[in-house]
């Protein structure tokens, strides 16, 4: 079945570094491909998306690009502030995959704390 | 446009008993799915409602049912609660079954089972 892997936090960086948060998946079909992130207390929100081959999702300074030959979907930031810090998950959705209806499968989610 | 809204925000229950979970989606959208989020875990799938039927369902026994009303809005059931049911419950709307886009989430009912 489908699958996300994300790498294990929590990510601790400095104000103003670069980020990086790798996530790669497993699919049978052709998934779209998200980034949510989830403030404490809150819901999930979407960040970006990707819905197919070398596309690059972007907003609010993150970017992912939907690479199928490495099956990732990496999401990256030049310089990070402290009020980015919250928990970031990987996702897809494959209708054919999932017998014609939407099911999104999600990563286990990355901590990222950034310090002043 | 209102965003999606769930009640109740905290709810404790006892091992054995039933609850019942609700959630208002966003304005014209006419998908709900709920989601179950353990603590320090990503969302699992519970199931999908469309047009008031259920059109999908993730790896969660009967005991976990719903209701979707012809104004959208949902219900989540959980009867003979367990333990390990203990968990943020999210509902999340969007507004195609199959074509997904993305979806609007509440902010979640957070409950214990004691």
């Known amino acids: 079945g489908d699958s996300v892997t994300q790498m294990e936090g929590p990510v601790t960086l400095s104000e103003e570094a670069f980020l990086t948060i790798n996530c790669t998946y497993t699919a049978t079909g052709y998934p779209s491909l998200f980034w949510y992130v989830q403030y404490p207390g809150e819901g999930l929100q979407l960040l970006l998306k990707a819905t197919k081959a070398d596309d690059k999702g972007s907003n609010k300074g993150f970017e992912a690009t939907y690479r199928k030959e490495t099956t990732s979907f990496h999401l990256e930031k030049g310089s990070v502030q402290v009020s980015d810090s919250a928990v970031y998950f990987c996702a897809l959705s494959d209708p054919r995959g999932s017998g014609g209806y939407q099911k999104v499968t999600f990563g286990t989610g990355t901590k990222l704390q950034v310090i002043p | 446009e209102t965003g999606v809204t769930q009640s109740p925000t905290h709810l404790i229950k006892t091992r054995g008993q039933q609850v019942t979970l609700r959630c208002s989606s966003q304005s014209g959208h006419n998908t709900v799915s709920w989601y179950q989020q353990a603590l320090g875990q990503g969302p699992q799938f519970i199931f999908q409602?469309?047009?008031?039927?259920?059109?999908g369902r993730g790896n969660f026994p009967p005991r976990f049912s719903g209701l979707q009303f012809p104004n959208y809005s949902s219900e989540l059931n959980v009867n003979a609660l367990e333990l390990d049911d203990s968990a943020l419950y999210l509902c999340?709307?969007?507004?195609?079954?199959?074509?997904?886009?993305?979806?609007?989430f509440g902010s979640g009912t957070r409950l214990t089972v004691v």
């Open positions: 409602y469309y047009r008031e039927e259920e059109n």
């Open positions: 999340a709307s969007s507004l195609d079954s199959i074509a997904y886009s993305g979806y609007t």
